[in-house]
Structure formats: structure tokens, C-alpha cells
């Protein structure tokens, strides 16, 4: 028997995950500043507090630090909390709290002190927010321990990570791409439909290249490695990582063993960006042995993101330049 779906955006998606899980569990809340009347920044959270009310949909002071301080201690007492950073640039002004108290409390209290927070992060540029509107910051967590790190990039996987996130006991670092919040998808209406964290997925096989990316970037990816497919007979595998940290290294080197070429694609800065650590990842193991050609990397430029669309839209990976690269890596260009 097919599971019952319905098309709807990555934004109807979150609030649908958000909701579920705070009828399943009464210790799940919602806080951030403007979540409640408002519906959000971005309209993550319309219609929540006629559901839930302000004890569970609560705004919060214009203080960042606050915020994440009250989650933190919230999740340590016992309860669920999601927080809405918004723009994820704020979350520079939670990174004591985040790094220094919530990552480390589990270890320092021989798993005793639990702190099941999720910390959705509106990230990525594309929508003209500017320098310090628009930043991807999931390389500088997945560098923690005691930090759940998760980047889905379709519908389906927003509804199905973001839950899993909800339930688990550990602080997780959930991106959500301000581009992509009206992309639209077939989502599951099961209410126990939740996928499992550091499980990645082969969003396509192939035998000629694995392209390995994440978040935003995947929907790109995706259409290149069709038009390539299409236009040059050339076998694309795309491995959507999903969740960096942990990092599902297995589905990884396997695509590699299989393909013998791999470039791996993110819309971060590319020095010290996230799949520098997946190439590092490659370069160690036996698949590197397996490998035809060289680790290529495309990433956004290393420059503060420009507020003009067209300045800005040049400096990230686009389908144009993702075949390129695709086509430089078997040789055909």
C-alpha cells in the first residue's frame, strides 16, 4: 500500500515536522523572536500559536545569547526545545553556549545530562540578504564533538530529518536554506515518517562520476547531472550527504569505489568549507585507489557575499559550472 503524500514547499514542511512532533510529544516548544504572532521571519511557524499557544510558541527577547542560554537549560530540565535562530549568522552570538555548554555536557556527565535542543538555522545566500545575512556555517560545528550537524535539501527530507532532530537527545545544528523555503515536493503525511540521522542518500545512480553535495546545492546538482547525462552520455551519481556530522563515510568511499571520479559541491566558502573534510576523507581511505582522477572541489568564492543579485549569483556553484567540472573529470572538456 503506497504512503499518502501531498505536495507542499520546504516551509509548509517544517511547520507540518514542528507540529507533529508537538502533538506527539508535550515537551516539545517552539522560541525565537517573532515565531509566535508573527509566523516567523520566514513564515516558518503560521498558524502554530492557534494551535499550541504562547506557552509553547514562545517569543523571546532580541538577545540571541538569551535565547540559546534559556534552550540549553530548558532541554537540560527535560524538555524539547526548537529554537529559530532565523538568519544563521546569528548563531555567532550563541557560540558560547552552543559549543562550550551544550556540546559538552553529555561527555562531562557520563551521559547523565542530556540536551536535546535543535537549533534550525536559516542559512545560504541567493535571496539578497547581503554579507551578514547570508552565510553557511555548518563547517565550523561539524568541527565540535557533541554536535549533531544536518543539511537537508528537499522537502521530504526537511519533514523527515527535522523530526528525527526533534527526538534526538543530542544539540543538532539544523539548516534550512533561506532560497529554498518555496521549493515544492511530495511529502509523506505519516506522522512516524522520520528519517534516520548520519544516513545519507543516493539521491541518483550512476557509473561514471559521484557528485557528492548537500542542502541547496543538491536541487543543482541534480539538473547538471541530468543535462549531462542527457547531452553526453555520461552516468552521474549524485550522494546527498544530508547529515555532516555524523557523516555517513561508508555511502561515501562506496560511490567512489564505484565511479573512480568524485567532485564534491557545497554553496560554503571553499577554504576550510565541509567537503574539504569529505576530500580529506577520500584521500585517506583504500577508495582513493580506486580513483581515475583527481578530488575536484566547487564551493562558493572566498569573498563576503555580495548584496547584488548578480554579483551574488556569481559567486556560487551554478548548473553551468557543475558540469564543467563534471565533464573536466572524465575528460571530455
Not at 21 to 29: C, G, L, Q, S
Not at 94 to 112: E, H, L, P, S, W
Not at 137 to 162: C, M, N, Q, R, S
Request: hydrophobic share 45%.
Amino acid at each position: 500500500m503506497e504512503k499518502e503524500t501531498k505536495v507542499m514547499s520546504v516551509r509548509d514542511a517544517i511547520i507540518l515536522a514542528m507540529s507533529e512532533e508537538m502533538r506527539r510529544d508535550e515537551n516539545v516548544f517552539l522560541m525565537g523572536e517573532d515565531v509566535g504572532i508573527f509566523g516567523g521571519d520566514f513564515g516558518t511557524s503560521v498558524g502554530m500559536i492557534e494551535e499550541f499557544g504562547p506557552e509553547r510558541v514562545r517569543d523571546t527577547p532580541i538577545s540571541e545569547n538569551a535565547i540559546s542560554g534559556a534552550a540549553i537549560g530548558a532541554a537540560m530540565t527535560g524538555m524539547r526545545p526548537i529554537v529559530d535562530v532565523t538568519f544563521m549568522d546569528f548563531i555567532v552570538y550563541m557560540m558560547d553556549n552552543i559549543v562550550n555548554q551544550a556540546a559538552k555536557t553529555r561527555y562531562m556527565y557520563g551521559g547523565k545530562g542530556q540536551i536535546p535542543v535543535v537549533f534550525r538555522c536559516a542559512a545560504g545566500s541567493g535571496v539578497g540578504s547581503a554579507a551578514q545575512h547570508s552565510q553557511s556555517l555548518e563547517a565550523w560545528f561539524t568541527h565540535i564533538p557533541g554536535l549533531k550537524v544536518v543539511a537537508p535539501g528537499t522537502p521530504a527530507d526537511v519533514k523527515g530529518i527535522l523530526k528525527a532532530a526533534i527526538r534526538d537527545n543530542n544539540p543538532v545544528i539544523f539548516l534550512e536554506y533561506k532560497a529554498q523555503f518555496n521549493m515544492k515536493g511530495e511529502v509523506p503525511l505519516d506522522p512516524e515518517f522520520v528519517l534516520p540521522l548520519g544516513k545519507a542518500d543516493i539521491k541518483k545512480e550512476g557509473k561514471d562520476v559521484s557528485v557528492i553535495t548537500y542542502g541547496r546545492m543538491l536541487e543543482r546538482v541534480m539538473q547538471a547531472a541530468n543535462e549531462v547525462e542527457e547531452a553526453e552520455g555520461v552516468s552521474v551519481e549524485v550522494v546527498d550527504l544530508r547529515t555532516l556530522a555524523p557523516l555517513d563515510k561508508e555511502a561515501v568511499l562506496e560511490s567512489v569505489k564505484k565511479t573512480g571520479r568524485v567532485l564534491l559541491v557545497n554553496d560554503a566558502h571553499k577554504t576550510s568549507g565541509f567537503i574539504g573534510e569529505v576530500a580529506a576523507l577520500i584521500a585517506e581511505s583504500d577508495a582513493f585507489d580506486y580513483l581515475d582522477n583527481r578530488i575536484l572541489r566547487l564551493a562558493a568564492d572566498d569573498i563576503p557575499v555580495p548584496y547584488n543579485h548578480i554579483l551574488e549569483s556569481a559567486m556560487l556553484p551554478d548548473v553551468e559550472r557543475i558540469k564543467k567540472y563534471i565533464l573536466k573529470l572524465v575528460n571530455k572538456r
